[in-house]
């Protein structure tokens, strides 16, 4: 993907968001130029490629208009590791909570996986065929390789096969799977524990080494089925196969180059120093967050991470705050601002039909798995759109999000009852909308509570 997404100009990269995301045009382009920026980053001499600094976004726009599916949209694009953290997550360092740095750590893992994913995939044949053998010993312990040489010469003269042969076969056949068999699995790592600033051993990079064992780790032998062995072997022939060290060299690079952190409800901790109390720590966050958009290093168990190049896209409501309460630091590490419109019902039509995955297609495709064929009118997705609208301005705006309330709630009934319904074909017309959500609707105080 990311070979593809280097060749893509900014116009295409608008194009592929459009696919999964209704309007906000003004967001997309300004994310599709600093990814593009990067791009052209990399072709630049390495002197003057440290001198350029990712243009950090900030969106502004209520709950449920599109901010965070913009945001991991891109990352799926481009093939690069993203992370999604709240603000309000964090607390200054002196009070409990999790320290900033984590958002750096958590990233540095997700490129890790990535990269991991990636060699596994290199790996795969000759990890089947390890694996196979492997399963092939723990069938047939007596069978030594001495004896398997045996088997292969009395093989090339009888043309009959031997015994290692013929499990083969029956292996590859499924005629095995049910089979118990004994295999070494590992017992897990250290228990999820909590230590000083409420943050678990993993997060902290603590590393206990051997102590793992006193806590119940290392390994143990397990009876499972074939089909599952078969799984456990793989994954571990993989690891043994996998360069773990270049692993680690690829992702850091990855993560330093081609991250990206969404930093949401940024707008939380935006407020003004002088109102005091528990404001105070608020700044604070700002404050611990700077150096980490500004770049710095940041200590990982993979090896030390530098945050200069980190692609930082912050989103918020700024309702009862604006960007101009942030700290002048932090709103100048965020030159990009970019408003997101609200929504309304001509885009609630939209989004419940021009997006690859549709909400109403994802029912249609859930309830054909129990042989029911549901089929969405023109005039029933108007009104359910009319609806989420109109229940947005009356109470709570939470956007596109009041759609999946909606279609939840219509939807019920022939949910519940698919089973007994199997084979029949429901359409969901304007006169079933209204008799499913009419009640509830024109009752304004279930509608506060159920819509």
């Known amino acids: 993907m990311r070979q593809n997404f280097d060749n893509m100009t900014p116009r295409q990269i608008v194009n592929e968001l459009d696919k999964y995301i209704v309007g906000q045009e003004k967001a997309k382009k300004a994310v599709a130029i600093a990814l593009r920026n990067r791009v052209r980053r990399r072709l630049l ?38 992370v999604k ?11 409990v909570g999790r320290d900033v740095e984590s958002m750096v750590r958590d990233l540095m893992s997700v490129s890790l996986n990535m990269v991991k994913a990636e060699m596994a995939e290199d790996v795969k044949e000759e990890a089947e065929k390890r694996a196979e053998e492997a399963l092939l010993d723990l069938l047939l312990p007596g069978i030594g390789k001495k004896e398997q040489q045996k088997e292969q010469q009395i093989e090339e003269i009888s043309h009959d096969g031997g015994t290692r042969e013929k499990f083969r076969t029956m292996l590859r056949e499924g005629k095995l799977d049910e089979k118990l ?25 603590v590393n206990f080494g051997n102590l793992g064992s006193i806590f119940g780790g290392g390994k143990k032998r ?80 993979y090896g030390m991470i530098n945050t200069s190049h980190i692609l930082f896209i912050a989103a918020g409501a700024f309702h009862m705050s604006k960007p101009s309460d942030l700290i002048p630091e932090l709103q100048g590490r965020f030159p990009l601002r970019v408003e997101l419109d609200d929504l309304g019902a001509d885009d609630f039509v939209r989004i419940l039909t021009e997006p690859e995955n549709a909400l109403t297609r994802q029912y249609v495709e859930l309830l054909r798995t129990e042989g029911v064929e549901i089929e969405f009118t023109p005039e029933a997705i108007r009104k359910l759109s009319e609806i989420a609208a109109d229940v947005n301005g009356s109470t709570e705006n939470i956007g596109a999000r009041r759609l ?29 909308v209204e008799k499913q959500l009419g009640e509830v609707v024109e009752d304004q105080d279930l509608t506060r509570y159920i819509l």
């Open 85 to 95: 953290v709240e603000a309000t997550k964090y607390t200054e360092v002196g009070y």
């Open 181 to 205: 068999v004994e295999v070494q699995v590992s017992q897990g790592s250290l228990p999820s524990i909590e230590i000083f600033s409420g943050q678990t051993p993993d997060a902290m990079d």
């Open 222 to 301: 397990k009876q499972v089925r074939v089909e599952q062995a078969r799984k456990i072997l793989l994954d571990q022939e993989m690891d043994r196969l996998i360069d773990t060290d270049r692993a680690g060299d690829i992702a850091r690079e990855r993560c330093e180059q081609m991250g990206i952190i969404f930093i949401d409800e940024l707008d939380k901790v935006a407020v003004k120093s002088d109102r005091g109390g528990g404001d105070v720590s608020r700044e604070g966050v700002q404050r611990d967050i700077l150096p980490i958009v500004e770049g710095s290093t940041v200590n990982t168990k």
């Open 404 to 432: 999946h309330t909606i279609l939840e709630l219509l939807l019920e009934d022939v949910s519940f009852n698919a089973p007994d319904l199997k084979g029949q074909r429901i359409p969901i017309t304007l006169e079933y």
């Open 45 to 82: 001499p390495a002197d003057l490629q440290e001198d350029i600094a990712p243009k950090n976004i900030i969106m502004i726009g209520p709950t449920g208009v599109g901010k965070t599916e913009i945001a991991r949209r891109l990352s799926r694009l481009s093939g690069a590791p993203f």
